[in-house]
């Protein structure tokens, strides 16, 4: 088992900060579990944790799209929260998804209440639409987004440093079983994660491609999944070209008057 030091807690703290600015935003995509879950693994000084534990992470919360008023957990807590959990407690990175997940829901909670509150400010803000005065709906937008991106850096830094030692216990006097548990549904997530993907995103004509990468991953053996990227990455171009050339030759036909829609 590792501890985590002050320097680290607050190093992590800040992670959040950035990160959490970034999810409020949804600007440059930071907040997706497998960066995360890599930069707080170097933090810790262990990258390889980092890295498994951001990658299952990332293939749970794949399919984890907000529909309407409803939710996911949020991506960030579970990012840092499996890395810390599997490098503070020495559980596999599967265990840690599932021991995560109450700090994920935690933070979505004190999310979606910023999300009823901050109506509040909308009276203030139509307000300054109304005046065109910019400066002030500036600071308005500045100040909702500062108190959120705090309350992500509060919210990690007590649970990665001051809780610590109490979900070290928690951990340690977890029962052999309920540890199995944990490991057996952090192996699920992954694998249902993708799933809730795909079903949104596969189409028929898509479907060769995932046989063919099926395939690969399953049946040929190999140290790494990057010759499958590879792979994915060029059977993706291949489809990007094809349906432009297609596009090009469609508009070609209407710009000469063709119309083979009736007809041999």
Same mark, same amino acid.
């Given at each position: 088992?590792?501890?985590?030091?002050?320097?680290?807690?607050?190093?992590?703290?800040?992670?959040?900060?950035?990160?959490?600015?970034?999810?409020?935003?949804?600007?440059?995509? +930071?907040?997706?579990?497998?960066?995360?879950?890599?930069?707080?693994?170097?933090? +810790?000084?262990?990258?390889?944790?980092? %890295?498994?534990? /951001? /990658?299952?992470?990332?293939?749970?919360? =794949?399919? +984890?799209?907000?529909?309407?008023?409803?939710?996911?957990? #949020?991506?960030?807590?579970?990012?840092?929260?499996?890395?810390?959990?599997?490098?503070?407690?020495?559980?596999?990175?599967?265990?840690?998804?599932?021991?995560?997940?109450?700090?994920?829901? %935690?933070?979505?909670?004190?999310?979606?209440?910023?999300?009823?509150?901050?109506?509040?400010?909308?009276?203030?803000?139509?307000?300054? =639409?109304?005046?065109?005065?910019?400066?002030?709906?500036?600071?308005?937008?500045?100040?909702?987004?500062?108190?959120?991106?705090?309350?992500?850096?509060?919210?990690?830094?007590?649970?990665?440093?001051?809780?610590?030692?109490?979900?070290? *216990?928690?951990?340690?006097?977890?029962?052999?079983? %309920?540890?199995?548990?944990?490991?057996?549904?952090?192996? *699920?997530?992954? =694998?249902?994660?993708?799933?809730?993907?795909?079903?949104?995103?596969?189409?028929?004509?898509?479907?060769?491609?995932?046989? *063919?990468?099926?395939? *690969?991953?399953?049946?040929?053996?190999?140290?790494? %999944?990057?010759?499958?990227?590879?792979?994915?990455?060029?059977?993706?171009?291949?489809?990007?070209? #094809?349906?432009?050339?297609?596009?090009?030759?469609?508009?070609?036909?209407?710009? #000469?008057?063709?119309?083979?829609?009736?007809?041999?």
């Amino acid at each position: 088992m590792h501890s985590i030091t002050l320097v680290q807690g607050l190093l992590l703290a800040i992670l959040a900060i950035i990160v959490g600015i970034d999810f409020w935003l949804e600007a440059l995509f +930071l907040f997706r579990p497998i960066i995360v879950g890599t930069l707080t693994g170097l933090i +810790l000084g262990d990258p390889q944790t980092g %890295l498994i534990a /951001g /990658g299952l992470t990332e293939l749970a919360f =794949a399919g +984890l799209t907000p529909a309407g008023g409803t939710q996911p957990p #949020n991506p960030i807590l579970a990012g840092i929260m499996t890395t810390v959990i599997a490098y503070t407690t020495g559980t596999d990175p599967k265990t840690a998804i599932g021991l995560a997940l109450p700090f994920s829901f %935690l933070m979505q909670y004190i999310i979606l209440f910023y999300y009823s509150s901050f109506s509040f400010f909308m009276p203030k803000a139509d307000k300054y =639409a109304e005046e065109a005065n910019t400066s002030g709906l500036v600071k308005l937008n500045i100040l909702t987004t500062a108190i959120v991106a705090i309350s992500y850096g509060v919210v990690v830094f007590l649970s990665v440093y001051v809780a610590q030692d109490l979900m070290k *216990i928690l951990v340690k006097s977890m029962p052999v079983w %309920l540890g199995h548990g944990f490991e057996i549904a952090g192996g *699920i997530l992954p =694998a249902v994660g993708f799933g809730m993907l795909l079903k949104v995103m596969m189409k028929g004509q898509y479907v060769p491609y995932f046989i *063919i990468g099926f395939f *690969i991953a399953s049946f040929i053996p190999f140290s790494n %999944l990057l010759p499958v990227a590879v792979i994915g990455a060029a059977l993706a171009i291949y489809e990007y070209f #094809n349906s432009k050339n297609k596009l090009v030759k469609n508009e070609m036909m209407a710009m #000469n008057g063709d119309d083979y829609n009736e007809g041999i």
